[in-house]
Structures are given as C-alpha cells and as structure tokens.
T-cell receptor, first 114, second 116 residues
Framework: AQSVTQLGSHVSVSEGALVLLRCNYS??????LFWYVQYPNQGLQLLLK??????LVKGINGFEAEFKKSETSFHLTKPSAHMSDAAEYFC????????????FGKGTTLSVSS | GAVVSQHPSWVICKSGTSVKIECRSL??????MFWYRQFPKQSLMLMAT?????????EQGVEKDKFLINHASLTLSTLTVTSAHPEDSSFYIC????????????FGPGTRLTVL
C-alpha cells in the first residue's frame, strides 16, 4: 500500500533561511507525489507534483522538490523563507495510480520568524 | 484554474440532526469526487470516493449509513452526516478530479461542522 511519512511535525526557520520539509514515501509502483499547503481554516493548495517526468519539480511560490528513488524521498525546499510561508504542509501520494484518492502524510507546520 | 466550492463553509447543529454538505466543481466536469475528514491539527483522512452516477466507495471504518454520499451530476456531490453526534465534529474537505486533466485533484475550501 502507498504511504508517505513526513519527518518533523514542526519546523521553525528565520525569514530568509532555507526551508526543508522532509517526506519519504512507500510505494509498490512508481508513485505520483504531491505537496500541498494549507492555511488556517482553508482548503488545500497544490504546491507541486511529481508524475514521473523530471525528478526536480518546481512549484509555486518558489518551492521545489526533488524525487529521489534511491532514497524514496520527495523533500520540499525553498531557498529563502518568507513570513507568508508559515502554514501547514502536507506530502501526499496517490492511493493507486491514475487519478485516484490521495494518502496524506501527517503534515508539517512551518513557522517563520523575523 | 479549476475551482471547487463547498457549502456551507461552517455549520453548527444539534446532536441527532442531519447535515448536508455540498461540493461543486464550478468550471469543470468532475468524474470523480473525494471526501476527506480532518481533525484539528491532524492530517486529512480519505472517507470515500464517489463517481458520477454510481455508488460511493467508502474507506474501511467509515460508516456508509452515517455518511451518505451522492454524486448526482458531474458538478455536484453531497455528503450528508445523518444523526450527527459531537464526535462527528470535524473539518470536511472535498476534492474533484477533472475528467480530461492530468492527475490532479482540486480541493474545496472545507466545511467546519460542529455538533452540540
């Protein structure tokens, strides 16, 4: 069964610092992987997705993630954090292939201090 | 971009009553819609998958008689929480897949249900 594990439930960085949110996946087939951001009391916004094309995926708001099969990882990074990046971030994998439901990690809360 | 709306955005009801939550795809046809539940400070848990015109597929542990899902058209799915109890209080989020698009789900803004 597909699953994702997010390492670190809470990450704190200073404004301008590197953001690194970790996600490892478990999948019996080539996975489709996603990163979503959620602001308080709102739905989810897609940051980026990996669908077996380029291993380095660029998303919105300056975020990117690299798919590393050897490490079964899909970590999310941003070179310079901004205050507005403070939110909850979820890594997700498709339950099965071909546009099916998502299985979410437990989420990582990103705090950004000035 | 593809937009999914939910109505209501929040609802408070008394224990024992039923509540209906609507999920609409506003500018695309959604062959499949998903319903998730999110407890405070926790992740989203898939409740069920609904395909237009057919019965929903529920995840293990989700009571189908309590959480009634109807996907009557390509733009509307409804979740009815029957005989709601305080433990049903949660944030319910729907998502929809574009039948012609790549693998991507578009999420609604969520509905906060509080059962007193």
């Amino acid at each position: 069964a597909q699953s994702v594990t997010q390492l670190g439930s809470h990450v704190s960085v200073s404004e301008g610092a590197l953001v690194l949110l970790r996600c490892n996946y478990s999948s019996s087939v080539p996975p489709y992987l996603f990163w979503y951001v959620q602001y308080p009391n709102q739905g989810l916004q897609l940051l980026l997705k990996y669908t077996s094309a380029a291993t380095l995926v660029k998303g919105i708001n300056g975020f990117e993630a690299e798919f590393k099969k050897s490490e079964t990882s899909f970590h999310l990074t941003k070179p310079s954090a901004h205050m507005s990046d403070a939110a909850e971030y979820f890594c997700a994998v498709e339950k099965n292939q071909a546009g099916t439901a998502l299985i979410f990690g437990k989420g990582t809360t990103l705090s950004v201090s000035s | 971009g593809a937009v999914v709306s939910q109505h209501p955005s929040w609802v408070i009801c008394k224990s024992g009553t039923s509540v209906k939550i609507e999920c609409r795809s506003l500018d695309f046809q959604a062959t499949t819609m998903f319903w998730y539940r999110q407890f405070p400070k926790q992740s989203l848990m898939l409740m069920a998958t609904s395909n237009e015109g057919s019965k929903a597929t529920y995840e293990q542990g989700v009571e189908k008689d309590k959480f009634l899902i109807n996907h009557a058209s390509l733009t509307l799915s409804t979740l009815t929480v029957t005989s709601a109890h305080p433990e049903d209080s949660s944030f319910y989020i729907c998502s929809a897949s574009d039948r012609f698009g790549p693998n991507e789900q578009f999420f609604g803004p969520g509905t906060r249900l509080t059962v007193l």
